[in-house]
Structures are given as C-alpha cells and as structure tokens.
C-alpha cells in the first residue's frame, strides 16, 4: 500500500542576509494569493504543517512556510560558530522582506506567530504599501523580561529539554496530546541558543509600544487572532496593543494557546479561514 | 493536594523519565505550609509536611494557597495552567538553585500538575 504523500514541497533558496550568503529552507503548497508565514522564536516551519495541507487555504493561496537562519533546516551563516545569535528587528525586518522578494512573492500576505506576530507590526509600520494584509498570531507590542532566558543556553542545563518545557507551559490544557507533544518536539531540536537570541528581539529589541499607534490599516488591513491560554502575550496583552492601532481586528481564539496553528490545528483553522477569506474579498 | 502525589508520579513513566537523574530535595510552599518533595531517579521517596527545623532543599517553589487552589483545577483557567503563567504575574516565586530547577523543569511542571488528576 502506498504511503500517502502530503502535497507540500520543501527546496532550498540561496539568499544574501546582511551580506553573507544564506541557504535557506523553505515549504510551499498551494496557489494564488502568497501567503508567507512566520514560525515562533526556537521552533521552525513545521509549525505550519496543517496551514499547508488545508486544501481550503491552498485552493486560493500559495502557502509559503520557510526555516530563519540557524532553525530547522535553514544554515546558519558560515562561521557561526564564532558568534553567538541574536534576532533584531531590523534583522527579522529585513529577512522576511528578503524572502518574499527573492522568492517571488509578489504583494504577500505575510501571517507570523508570537516573535512573528510581534514582526507584523514592524512590518505594518515599515512595509505597509509592499503587503496585501498582515495576520498576527499571539501579537503583543511588549513582553518584559521574567524569566532568565540565558538558562536556555547553558552547557549545564539540557537546552532542548528546558526550551521544551517552557513551550510546554505556553500551549492550552485542552489542546490535543498529539499536537502538543509534536510541538514541544521541535522545541526539543533547536541549536543552542536559538531560542535565546530570538528572546532578545522578543524581550528586549522588539518594544514596539511607543510605534504602533502609527500604523495604517487602511494601506493594509491588520488582524490579529490570539489563543486566550497564552500568557506571554495574552489577550489583554493584544487587546491593548490593538486599542492604539486604528482599525485593527481582533479575534480571541477560545481554547487556544500560544502556538495555534501548531498545538491544535483544526481548531485554529477554523479560526484562519474566514480571515483569509476576507482579505481574498477585499484587498488586491 | 500534594501529599499523594507520589502515587501519581511514580505510576507514570511519562513523568519520571523526565526527572531520571534528579536525586534531590525541593521544597512547595503551599500558603503556609512547607512541603518537602524528596526525589531519587525521578521517583518521589516522600512529601514531608512541615514545619521543619534546618532542612536543606535544591529550589523552592512559592505560592499562596489560592492560586495553588486555583493551578490545581482539573481544567485550570487561562492564566492558571502553567508555572511560569504565575511567575509573569507574580503569584509564584522561584528560589535556590535555578540551575538545576531549569535542567529539571519539565519534569517539575509535570510533577506539580500531577494533582489536577484528583480534582473533582
């Protein structure tokens, strides 16, 4: 009996970033509207594996799923072992534009979760008039720092396992086993310090409060949807960044936690769907 | 709640394989109460109750009884299902050796919500 083969397709781009050369992976699936999605801080684009297999979603959009620099199965930059990783957001800005223009996504929608619901805002304010809309998952304009993230990548503490565990602790009790497992799973194999140089732009370089009340949904339309169980940005947490940021739609995701599209797929989609059915009806 | 959570955890090889080469104490507090939870190879040899007199403990986890109440609901409210939800609010407090409360954190989240089994 054969095994079923999922539709998705996985290739490597060669990519200039901050002028070293790059190979990056990167999964698609689909056709029509691209739709770029962003995985979260220490995981990679496996997250987006039911995104990509939605045959309702890839029936109108090419789903574009790709690994950062030093996470899944994208490189990191030759040398890497000199240097220790750290995300910016001029550096997270950067790539995500980099990959859209170099992939050949014209006018995306760009959907990215926690570090890359909090890099859509950047992108509303910087690239609004490149982008046909933009999806926050688990966005927030802030976290402050409250736990020592530098135990995550320490010779005498099991960083997969460690990582795992805070993963763990983010998602929903009502979550299915399966998935919830299967994401701490990937957080298990991320390279040391991954997940830690990503907090910096999550906890430190990306504060985006004192940014958002200028951005304009009205160039391109801005939802954010967020998993009621997140604590790291929480749905007080996006409802208040969506407060300053006119125009905004909110949608809080019942059950939810903070990997939706990971933890609990077929509930998150039916929360996608009629999003991305929107932005096919009004935008260009 | 957390005295019978030594029959919970050492039934469960999905929770001691995660704490297999821990062999130390931590402590729980609970409101007023002090529990110290002694671990051998990820099995729980005891909960002693205190109060105690010059006893030694790795990390200590501290929490009022309410949210303790709350953390250890069989289907906890957002907020409440999850350590480190409390330690962003400040309801729980982390002391001692934060090293090894990290190398063993799974197993401790897993350890410590091992009682929502009992609520009603």
């Not at chain 1, 990959?99 to 014209?106: K, Q, Y």
């Not at chain 2, 986890?61 to 250890?72: G, S």
């Not at chain 2, 934060?98 to 091992?114: E, F, S, W």
Request: glycine share 8%; with cysteine; hydrophobic share 40%.
């Amino acid at each position: 009996m054969p095994a079923r083969i999922e539709p998705i397709t996985g290739r490597y781009a060669h990519l200039a970033l901050e002028g070293k050369p790059h190979r990056i992976y990167f999964e698609e699936a689909g056709q029509g509207i691209p739709l770029l999605c962003l995985h979260t801080a220490g995981s990679d684009a496996r997250q987006y594996r039911a995104v990509l297999n939605d045959p309702e979603i890839t029936r109108h959009y090419r789903v574009v799923a790709f690994d950062m620099p030093w996470h899944g199965k994208s490189s990191p930059p030759a040398g890497w072992e000199k240097e220790d990783y750290r995300l910016s957001t001029s550096s997270y800005t950067g790539l995500v534009m980099t990959v859209a223009r170099e992939l050949g996504l014209a006018r995306p929608v760009v959907m990215g979760c926690s570090i890359g619901g909090r890099i859509v805002l950047n992108l509303a304010l910087e690239h609004a008039q490149s982008l046909r809309a933009l999806v926050g998952l688990q966005s927030a304009a802030y976290v402050e720092r409250y736990y020592e993230s530098a135990w995550l990548n320490h010779a005498e503490v099991h960083g997969g396992q460690a990582s795992g565990a805070i993963a763990y602790g983010l998602m929903s009790p009502l979550s299915p086993d399966e998935h919830r497992w299967e994401t701490v799973w990937h957080y298990m194999q991320g390279g040391p310090g991954i997940f830690t140089g990503d907090l910096y732009f999550y906890q430190v370089d990306g504060d985006l409060r004192d940014r958002i009340g200028a951005i304009d949904t009205s160039v391109c339309p801005l939802y954010m949807l967020t998993g009621e169980y997140d604590y790291s940005a929480s749905p007080k947490d996006t409802e208040a960044a969506a407060a300053r940021i006119r125009g905004a739609k909110v949608t809080i995701m019942k059950g939810l936690g903070h990997f939706p599209m990971s933890e609990n797929p077929d509930a998150f989609l039916v929360y996608l769907r009629p999003v991305l059915d929107e932005i096919r009806a009004t935008t260009a | 709640m957390l005295e019978r959570v030594a029959e919970l955890v050492n039934g469960d090889p999905a929770i001691v394989r995660w704490g297999r080469h821990l062999n130390d104490t931590f402590m729980v507090e609970v409101g007023d109460d002090q529990y110290l939870v002694a671990v051998r190879a990820g099995r729980i040899e005891s909960v002693a109750k205190g109060p105690f007199v010059m006893r030694s403990w790795r990390f200590a986890i501290r929490a009022r009884r309410e949210c303790w109440e709350k953390f250890w609901a069989k289907v906890p409210a957002p907020g409440w299902h999850d350590l480190f939800a409390l330690l962003r609010r400040g309801d729980v407090a982390f002391e001692g050796d934060q090293r090894v409360l990290m190398a063993y954190l799974l197993y401790v989240k897993l350890v410590l919500a091992a009682p929502r089994r009992l609520a009603p």
